[in-house]
């Protein structure tokens, strides 16, 4: 177990639409990464926040958003969806930010759009 | 963009055998990680590797960084059916302002390990 919660697990929903996805840190750690993972493009980095700011940005679609509350858990929200939207999104967390980091992952919320 | 190729793609081996899979960039890192992640999971963390040159072992495992900190490989030594999984290098990359924070990831090496 890594300490790193998801929610939900699984979310099967309909072209169009839009869902949340829920992430809660390891107690202690300030950083949370969001990341997609899909058989064609791999693992993909999105966004990452640190104690509530925006620090670096991937391949995210503006479409999509993220932000990090007070109590440090991230919620990515995901709007208008399409079928390739469908993929593992994974969260991750780390205690600060910075090169040489170790990234603590959650198991992952599958989204299947259809 | 900073781009890790992984090589093979996929990697079907019998206990015992040993392996080495790489992973490739035209770009410099000022680190790189490796991970292993099993279905239904995510990644998990088995080295970090920052020195050019840099050589790490984790039982089996053996983990070496290029001198030129552009490439990595994992050497898994006697391959047991529990090694099984996909295995992914990343390496830090430079964002905005110059500041490292960004984890890459690489294009994934599955292995598969029979018995």
């Known amino acids: 177990d890594s300490g790193v919660t998801q929610t939900p697990k699984h979310l099967i929903t309909a072209t169009g639409q839009r869902v949340t996805l829920r992430c809660s840190p390891r107690?202690?750690?300030?950083?949370v990464y969001w990341y997609q993972q899909s058989l064609d493009q791999g693992l993909q980095f999105l966004i990452q926040?640190?104690?509530?700011?925006?620090?670096a940005k991937g391949n995210i679609l503006e479409r999509f958003s993220a932000q990090q509350f007070p109590d440090l858990h991230s919620e990515l929200n995901l709007s208008s969806l399409e079928l390739g939207d469908s993929a593992l999104y994974f969260c991750?967390?780390?205690?600060?930010?910075?090169?040489?980091?170790?990234?603590?992952f959650g198991s992952g919320t599958q989204l299947s759009v259809l | 963009t900073q781009l890790l190729e992984q090589s093979p793609q996929f990697l079907s081996i019998q206990e015992g055998e040993n392996l080495t899979v790489y992973c490739n960039s035209s770009?410099?890192?000022?680190?790189l990680q490796w991970y292993r992640q099993e279905p239904g999971e995510g990644p998990v963390l088995l080295v970090t590797?920052?020195?050019?040159?840099e050589v790490k072992k984790l039982k089996r495992l053996t983990f070496q960084f290029g001198d030129a900190r552009k490439d990595s490989s994992l050497h898994i030594t006697a391959a047991q059916p529990g090694d099984t999984g996909l295995y992914l290098c990343a390496g830090w990359a430079r964002g905005g302002g110059g500041a490292t924070n960004k984890l890459i990831f690489g294009t994934g090496t599955l292995l598969a390990v029979q018995p």
């Open positions: 770009s410099v890192f000022s680190s």
């Open positions: 926040y640190y104690n509530g700011e925006e620090r």
């Open positions: 991750a967390s780390s205690p600060r930010t910075g090169r040489n980091e170790k990234l603590f």
């Open positions: 590797v920052v020195t050019g040159g």
């Open positions: 107690s202690g750690d300030l950083s």
